[in-house]
T-cell receptor
Framework: GAGVSQSPRYKVAKRGQDVALRCDPI?????LFWYQQALGQGPEFLTY??????LDKSGLPSDRFFAERPEGSVSTLKIQRTQQEDSAVYLC?????WGTGFSQHFGDGTRLSIL | EDQVTQSPEALRLQEGESSSLNCSYTVSGLRGLFWYRQDPGKGPEFLFTLYSAGEEKEKERLKATLTKKESFLHITAPKPEDSATYLC?????????FGQGTELSVKP
């Protein structure tokens, strides 16, 4: 009965390094979302998957950000050539089926710090 | 452009002192308004979904209401364990748009 699981919980990287953040959604949830949350702000949408299809990536800030969900379950958010402004908490959420009105359930996030 | 504004940014209450949090929104074609609770170092925890003006939902000391332009989260006789950041979000045509949250602190 696990919830959404994210790893690692904390990640420190030097500017210019590539990072990969993992999300394990609730079993059976077909919809998966990534958000970026700056300190003191609400989450901001990055991208949305329905099964393995990436239906919306309009929130990705630049082409350095890439997300995938190849088998419709686990998802990875990759950030290439990290910059200091990428420092934030990255949240993953899943829903049984967002298109039919089921709510989103969040993981506890990965706190990314770029030095 | 879809937008959500929450007020106040921070609210300090004494235990038992009831109050309300506000969420004002503009969205083209509201499909749902969501309230979440977020504790420090944790992800948002789902509380309520409201779909149409006039709708109300309750859970323990919390009651959420919805009009065509805003939603209120009423907290009755709060306890210290209600201290958290409360987030409001709206769904228009697709994605969720979040407000910046209201940080609630309840002192014993």
């Amino acid at each position: 009965g696990a919830g959404v699981s994210q790893s690692p919980r904390y990640k420190v990287a030097k500017r210019g390094q590539d990072v990969a953040l993992r999300c394990d959604p609730i079993s059976g949830h077909v919809s998966l979302f990534w958000y970026q949350q700056a300190l003191g702000q609400g989450p901001e949408f990055l991208t949305y998957f329905q099964n393995e299809a990436q239906l919306d990536k309009s929130g990705l800030p630049s082409d350095r950000f890439f997300a995938e969900r190849p088998e419709g379950s686990v998802s990875t958010l990759k950030i290439q050539r990290t910059q200091q402004e990428d420092s934030a908490v990255y949240l993953c959420a899943s829903s049984l089926d967002w298109g039919t009105g089921f709510s989103q359930h969040f993981g506890d996030g990965t706190r990314l710090s770029i030095l | 452009e879809d937008q959500v504004t929450q007020s106040p940014e921070a609210l300090r209450l004494q235990e038992g002192e009831s109050s309300s949090l506000n969420c004002s929104y503009t969205v083209s074609g509201l499909r749902g308004l969501f309230w979440y609770r977020q504790d420090p170092g944790k992800g948002p925890e789902f509380l309520f979904t409201l779909y149409s003006a006039g709708e109300e939902k309750e859970k323990e000391r919390l009651k959420a209401t919805l009009t065509k332009k805003e939603s209120f989260l009423h907290i009755t006789a709060p306890k210290p364990e209600d201290s958290a950041t409360y987030l409001c979000a709206v769904q228009g045509e697709g994605k969720l748009i979040f407000g910046q949250g209201t940080e609630l602190s309840v002192k014993p």
